[in-house]
């Protein structure tokens, strides 16, 4: 019987975080004009998908799912990706699940704030050495703060707010953390 439940829930597991995955390469795929450049909405899916999933999961999605879109896409800054979303995954997941247990929205609060932070310096000094000018990283540092704040806030809200937490908890998506017993 365990074994049944263990292998249902790997493969929900694994279909959740590809479905995420695949989402982060599409949001990836095109950005919202904006003066200077474009404004990219993968923030979203990385956020939201980090307070649902384990940091593995959440990895997975954010970094290699950043990775993929920038591969197939726009290959120069992939592994600057690679490193700075899956990083940003992995502190959301693990403030989301880890800390602050019995205040959840504060510890994703918290979590996706830090990411953030995460997300806007590390594009920030791997634009600077991709390109070898400070300058570049400097002009888009207000792109790159805005596509962060959006993406924590939208991730919050669709978690928190719009029903993703709900499905979960009624049992609707049985869980896929693989911590939870």
Known sequence: MQATFTKKRTTLWLCVTALFMALNVVMSSFGVPVPGGHLYMNDIIICTAAILLDPLAAFMVGGVGAFLGD?????????????????????????????????????SGIGVAIGAVIMVVGYSLG??????????????????????????????????????????????????????E
């Not at 726009?74 to 997941?93: C, D, E, K, N, R």
């Not at 978690?159 to 953390?177: D, E, F, N, V």
Request: glycine letters at 6%; hydrophobic letters at 50%; aromatic letters at 14%.
């Open 71 to 107: 591969l197939f896409f726009y290959p120069t800054p992939m592994f600057v990706s690679l490193a700075t979303h899956g990083l940003q995954a992995i502190v959301i997941s693990v403030f989301s699940h880890y800390v602050l247990k019995k205040h959840p929205v504060l510890a």
């Open 127 to 180: 634009r600077a050495f991709i390109y070898s000018t400070p300058e570049y990283a400097w002009l888009k540092l207000p792109y790159q703060i805005l596509q962060a704040v959006v993406g924590a806030v939208a991730g919050m809200l669709l978690y928190w707010k719009c029903g993703i937490r709900k499905l979960c908890s009624h049992g609707l998506l049985p869980s896929i953390i693989p911590s939870e």
